[in-house]
Protein backbone atom coordinates (compact mmCIF):
# COMPACT_ATOMS: atom_id res chain seq x y z
CA UNK A 1 0.00 0.00 0.00
CA UNK A 2 1.25 3.37 -0.98
CA UNK A 3 1.34 5.91 1.54
CA UNK A 4 2.56 8.64 0.13
CA UNK A 5 1.53 8.84 -3.65
CA UNK A 6 3.72 11.60 -6.10
CA UNK A 7 3.13 13.34 -9.06
CA UNK A 8 4.07 13.50 -11.87
CA UNK A 9 6.87 10.78 -12.34
CA UNK A 10 8.39 12.96 -14.77
CA UNK A 11 8.67 16.33 -15.86
CA UNK A 12 9.95 18.53 -18.17
CA UNK A 13 10.39 22.08 -17.94
CA UNK A 14 11.63 25.26 -20.07
CA UNK A 15 15.04 27.36 -18.27
CA UNK A 16 13.28 29.83 -16.18
CA UNK A 17 9.83 27.89 -15.78
CA UNK A 18 7.86 27.04 -12.63
CA UNK A 19 8.37 23.09 -11.77
CA UNK A 20 5.52 21.59 -9.21
CA UNK A 21 5.59 18.42 -8.15
CA UNK A 22 2.64 17.50 -5.74
CA UNK A 23 1.85 14.55 -3.17
CA UNK A 24 -0.66 13.22 -0.72
CA UNK A 25 -0.60 11.06 2.29
CA UNK A 26 -3.23 9.42 4.01
CA UNK A 27 -1.74 9.20 7.27
CA UNK A 28 -2.71 11.47 10.11
CA UNK A 29 0.36 10.39 12.18
CA UNK A 30 2.80 12.10 9.87
CA UNK A 31 3.84 15.49 10.98
CA UNK A 32 7.07 16.17 9.08
CA UNK A 33 7.31 16.36 5.38
CA UNK A 34 10.82 16.61 3.98
CA UNK A 35 11.49 16.47 0.11
CA UNK A 36 14.67 14.85 -1.18
CA UNK A 37 17.13 16.03 -4.25
CA UNK A 38 18.66 12.93 -5.97
CA UNK A 39 21.31 13.60 -8.45
CA UNK A 40 22.44 10.32 -10.81
CA UNK A 41 24.78 8.25 -8.71
CA UNK A 42 24.54 9.86 -5.45
CA UNK A 43 22.58 9.52 -2.38
CA UNK A 44 19.02 11.77 -2.04
CA UNK A 45 19.89 15.13 -0.08
CA UNK A 46 17.36 17.15 1.80
CA UNK A 47 16.21 20.02 0.07
CA UNK A 48 13.57 21.81 2.29
CA UNK A 49 11.61 20.14 4.83
CA UNK A 50 7.91 21.66 6.27
CA UNK A 51 5.96 20.64 9.82
CA UNK A 52 1.70 20.53 9.01
CA UNK A 53 1.42 23.98 11.55
CA UNK A 54 3.29 25.75 8.24
CA UNK A 55 0.58 26.01 5.61
CA UNK A 56 4.36 27.42 3.64
CA UNK A 57 7.76 27.43 3.67
CA UNK A 58 10.42 29.05 1.33
CA UNK A 59 13.71 28.83 1.08
CA UNK A 60 15.97 30.61 -1.89
CA UNK A 61 13.71 29.01 -5.14
CA UNK A 62 12.43 26.23 -3.49
CA UNK A 63 8.48 26.25 -1.61
CA UNK A 64 6.50 23.36 0.11
CA UNK A 65 2.79 23.88 0.12
CA UNK A 66 0.95 22.30 2.65
CA UNK A 67 -2.64 21.98 2.92
CA UNK A 68 -3.27 19.76 6.36
CA UNK A 69 -7.37 19.48 5.28
CA UNK A 70 -6.60 17.80 2.07
CA UNK A 71 -3.77 15.66 3.33
CA UNK A 72 -1.70 17.43 0.10
CA UNK A 73 1.66 19.32 -0.23
CA UNK A 74 3.77 20.01 -2.76
CA UNK A 75 7.31 21.50 -4.10
CA UNK A 76 7.21 24.42 -6.26
CA UNK A 77 10.73 25.26 -7.92
CA UNK A 78 10.79 28.81 -9.27
CA UNK A 79 13.21 30.12 -12.24
CA UNK A 80 13.88 26.31 -13.04
CA UNK A 81 17.63 25.98 -13.87
CA UNK A 82 19.48 23.10 -15.89
CA UNK A 83 21.46 22.57 -12.82
CA UNK A 84 17.77 21.72 -10.56
CA UNK A 85 17.61 18.27 -13.18
CA UNK A 86 17.38 15.45 -10.31
CA UNK A 87 14.44 13.05 -9.01
CA UNK A 88 12.87 14.46 -6.50
CA UNK A 89 11.40 12.41 -3.61
CA UNK A 90 8.32 13.83 -1.02
CA UNK A 91 8.47 12.36 2.05
CA UNK A 92 6.25 11.84 5.39
CA UNK A 93 7.20 10.68 8.75
CA UNK A 94 5.79 10.11 12.04
CA UNK A 95 9.44 10.45 13.28
CA UNK A 96 11.99 8.52 12.50
CA UNK A 97 11.67 5.72 8.95
CA UNK A 98 10.90 8.12 6.17
CA UNK A 99 7.49 7.20 3.69
CA UNK A 100 8.79 7.91 0.61
CA UNK A 101 6.84 8.68 -2.69
CA UNK A 102 7.22 7.30 -6.15
CA UNK A 103 9.99 9.99 -7.26
CA UNK A 104 10.27 13.07 -9.99
CA UNK A 105 12.70 12.91 -12.29
CA UNK A 106 12.95 16.66 -13.58
CA UNK A 107 14.55 17.79 -16.86
CA UNK A 108 15.12 21.36 -17.12
CA UNK A 109 15.70 22.20 -20.46
CA UNK A 110 18.21 25.40 -21.40
CA UNK B 1 33.68 15.93 7.98
CA UNK B 2 33.17 12.51 5.74
CA UNK B 3 29.51 12.16 5.21
CA UNK B 4 27.99 8.39 4.94
CA UNK B 5 29.57 5.88 2.92
CA UNK B 6 28.74 2.77 1.85
CA UNK B 7 30.25 -0.42 0.00
CA UNK B 8 30.33 -1.99 -2.47
CA UNK B 9 29.29 0.39 -5.11
CA UNK B 10 27.83 -1.74 -7.02
CA UNK B 11 27.19 -6.13 -6.70
CA UNK B 12 26.51 -8.47 -9.42
CA UNK B 13 26.05 -12.12 -8.08
CA UNK B 14 23.77 -14.86 -9.23
CA UNK B 15 20.33 -16.47 -8.32
CA UNK B 16 21.21 -18.34 -4.21
CA UNK B 17 24.44 -16.54 -3.75
CA UNK B 18 24.89 -14.28 -0.67
CA UNK B 19 26.29 -10.87 -0.65
CA UNK B 20 26.84 -8.27 2.50
CA UNK B 21 26.40 -4.64 2.41
CA UNK B 22 28.21 -2.39 4.64
CA UNK B 23 27.50 1.24 5.45
CA UNK B 24 29.79 3.38 7.90
CA UNK B 25 27.38 6.42 9.28
CA UNK B 26 28.30 9.92 10.04
CA UNK B 27 30.68 9.81 13.12
CA UNK B 28 28.48 10.40 16.04
CA UNK B 29 25.18 9.26 14.59
CA UNK B 30 23.57 7.14 16.72
CA UNK B 31 19.96 6.82 14.20
CA UNK B 32 20.68 4.28 11.35
CA UNK B 33 18.59 3.11 8.41
CA UNK B 34 18.57 0.99 5.63
CA UNK B 35 15.78 1.73 2.41
CA UNK B 36 15.75 -0.10 -0.72
CA UNK B 37 14.44 1.25 -4.10
CA UNK B 38 13.32 -1.05 -6.47
CA UNK B 39 13.87 0.05 -10.11
CA UNK B 40 11.37 3.22 -10.31
CA UNK B 41 9.35 2.60 -7.48
CA UNK B 42 9.32 4.52 -4.10
CA UNK B 43 12.54 4.30 -1.41
CA UNK B 44 11.12 1.99 0.67
CA UNK B 45 12.01 1.53 4.94
CA UNK B 46 13.49 -1.85 6.01
CA UNK B 47 15.19 -1.19 9.10
CA UNK B 48 16.25 1.62 11.72
CA UNK B 49 18.73 0.91 14.63
CA UNK B 50 19.71 3.24 17.43
CA UNK B 51 23.11 2.48 18.27
CA UNK B 52 23.26 -1.13 18.34
CA UNK B 53 19.73 -1.82 18.90
CA UNK B 54 17.08 -2.62 16.02
CA UNK B 55 14.41 -0.13 17.04
CA UNK B 56 11.90 -0.32 13.89
CA UNK B 57 12.37 -3.97 11.32
CA UNK B 58 9.06 -3.95 10.03
CA UNK B 59 10.16 -3.21 6.28
CA UNK B 60 12.50 -6.04 6.17
CA UNK B 61 10.37 -8.01 3.41
CA UNK B 62 11.52 -12.05 5.09
CA UNK B 63 14.40 -13.66 7.34
CA UNK B 64 16.44 -13.84 4.09
CA UNK B 65 17.41 -10.14 5.07
CA UNK B 66 19.76 -10.05 8.53
CA UNK B 67 21.35 -6.30 9.60
CA UNK B 68 23.86 -5.82 12.09
CA UNK B 69 25.27 -2.97 13.65
CA UNK B 70 27.72 -4.40 16.24
CA UNK B 71 29.13 -1.44 18.93
CA UNK B 72 26.73 0.59 17.65
CA UNK B 73 29.63 2.05 14.46
CA UNK B 74 29.10 0.31 11.05
CA UNK B 75 26.05 -1.48 10.11
CA UNK B 76 26.26 -5.02 7.20
CA UNK B 77 22.92 -5.92 5.70
CA UNK B 78 23.06 -9.55 4.66
CA UNK B 79 20.62 -11.43 1.93
CA UNK B 80 21.56 -14.81 2.15
CA UNK B 81 20.36 -16.66 -0.07
CA UNK B 82 20.13 -13.96 -3.02
CA UNK B 83 16.55 -13.48 -5.08
CA UNK B 84 15.72 -11.99 -8.27
CA UNK B 85 13.40 -9.16 -6.96
CA UNK B 86 16.08 -8.28 -4.51
CA UNK B 87 17.49 -6.53 -6.75
CA UNK B 88 17.59 -2.35 -6.62
CA UNK B 89 19.52 0.01 -4.80
CA UNK B 90 20.34 0.03 -1.34
CA UNK B 91 20.65 3.02 0.46
CA UNK B 92 21.81 3.59 4.06
CA UNK B 93 21.14 7.21 6.14
CA UNK B 94 22.20 8.33 9.72
CA UNK B 95 20.97 11.18 11.66
CA UNK B 96 21.73 12.69 14.91
CA UNK B 97 19.81 11.31 18.10
CA UNK B 98 16.91 13.16 18.99
CA UNK B 99 16.40 15.18 22.15
CA UNK B 100 16.98 13.45 25.86
CA UNK B 101 14.51 10.57 26.05
CA UNK B 102 12.58 11.09 22.66
CA UNK B 103 13.46 8.11 20.79
CA UNK B 104 12.54 9.05 17.01
CA UNK B 105 14.09 12.00 15.44
CA UNK B 106 13.38 14.28 13.29
CA UNK B 107 16.87 15.67 12.52
CA UNK B 108 17.93 14.95 8.94
CA UNK B 109 18.73 12.21 7.58
CA UNK B 110 21.84 11.87 5.63
CA UNK B 111 22.16 9.00 3.05
CA UNK B 112 24.83 7.36 1.38
CA UNK B 113 25.53 6.65 -2.14
CA UNK B 114 24.06 3.57 -2.11
CA UNK B 115 24.61 0.28 -3.25
CA UNK B 116 23.18 -1.25 -6.45
CA UNK B 117 22.40 -5.12 -5.84
CA UNK B 118 21.80 -6.86 -9.19
CA UNK B 119 20.47 -10.84 -8.78
CA UNK B 120 21.00 -12.66 -11.90
Known amino acids: QQQVKQSPQSLIVQKGGISIINCAYE??????FPWYQQFPGKGPALLIA?????SEKKEGRFTISFNKSAKQFSLHIMDSQPGDSATYFC?????????FGQGTELSVKP | EAGVTQFPSHSVIEKGQTVTLRCDPI?????LYWYRRVMGKEIKFLLH????????ESGMPNNRFLAERTGGTYSTLKVQPAELEDSGVYFC??????????????????FGPGTRLTVL
Open chain 2, 93 to 110: ASSQRGLAGFFYSYNEQF
Open chain 1, 27 to 32: NTAFDY
Open chain 1, 50 to 54: IRPDV
Open chain 1, 91 to 99: AATPGGKLI
Open chain 2, 27 to 31: SGHDN
Open chain 2, 49 to 56: FVKESKQD
